[in-house]
């Protein structure tokens, strides 16, 4: 039984080095992978909108847990030069193949394009652009751009017939905002915009329980203006901001400009 311990003991010993340069290694992997996430992809509060958190939590499950485990478990001084050649294959297949089908959902799900829309804004990931006019998709939209989203709007129908087509649309689920046969140039939509953007003061009556979040947020949001926008919180306007995962965030608008200060996770329905 001793016997039996020492030699688990000794193999584990053995391996660890090994797993401990692993787990640096699969460290560094998932650190730019971070970097491209945080800083590109999904730019604050997108990866939570669009609900990104889940899908780099299993990157960094695979691959900084499971990768090194791996090596820990597998890695024997016993085994010949053979066998240990195709541990480590079989690791870093699996571990390269659950990386990339990780960057791969992490395109998929990257907010292409957060998109006015009546009285909304709607984040539009690459899984959810509607791809039936391929003529339409503006060059940058892909998976595999390294351009942070744009700020878009939506046209007007064109016709009666037009009309009824999206509305039909809308009720399958597929939203104006998500057609860039529909999508125009956000300055052409500011007017609509600072017409429906509400007050301040409406937001913190429909969140109650929330007021110092939204104060706070909306001092940070106010902070750093452009030419011609406010200084002071309380004149930023607001609407409600929606994905496919949620619809609890709201996006600061600067009332002069109508760009968007800042965001703040709160209730913009009444809800």
Not at 13 to 24: D, E, G, I, Q
Not at 202 to 225: D, F, T, Y
């Amino acid at each position: 039984m001793l016997k039996a311990n020492s030699k688990s003991l000794l193999r584990f010993r053995s391996a660890l080095p090994w797993a401990w340069r692993h787990l640096l290694f699969s460290l560094g992997i998932v650190f730019l992978v971070g970097i491209l996430v945080f800083f590109v992809w999904f730019p604050w509060p997108l990866m939570e909108i669009s609900g990104g958190w889940s899908l780099l939590l299993l990157i960094f499950g695979v691959d900084v847990v499971c990768g090194p485990a791996l090596t820990l478990l597998l890695l024997h001084p016993g085994k010949s030069r053979k066998a240990l050649l195709v541990d480590i294959g079989l690791i870093l297949t699996l571990q390269a193949s659950a990386l990339s089908y990780g960057i791969y959902s992490l395109g998929q799900a990257r907010p292409i394009a957060v998109v006015y829309e009546v009285d909304r804004f709607r984040v539009v990931s690459v899984a959810d652009i509607d791809t039936s006019s391929p003529e339409a998709l503006p060059e940058w939209v892909g998976a595999w751009n390294f351009t942070p989203p744009r700020i878009l709007g939506v046209r007007s129908a064109k016709s009666a017939e037009e009309k009824i087509e999206s509305l039909n649309a809308s009720l399958q689920g597929l939203e104006t905002g998500q057609r860039p046969n529909w999508w125009q140039d956000y300055e052409i939509s500011v007017p609509q915009v600072k017409a429906r953007a509400k007050s301040l003061e409406q937001l913190l009556a429909l969140n109650s329980g929330s007021v110092e979040s939204i104060r706070e947020n909306a001092a940070r949001a106010a902070e750093k203006p452009r030419e011609n926008e406010v200084l002071v919180p309380s004149e930023l306007l607001w609407l409600p901001v929606v994905s496919k995962r949620t619809t609890g965030w709201v996006a600061f608008i600067d009332p002069n400009t109508a760009r968007i200060r800042g965001y703040v996770r709160a209730d913009g329905f009444g809800e």
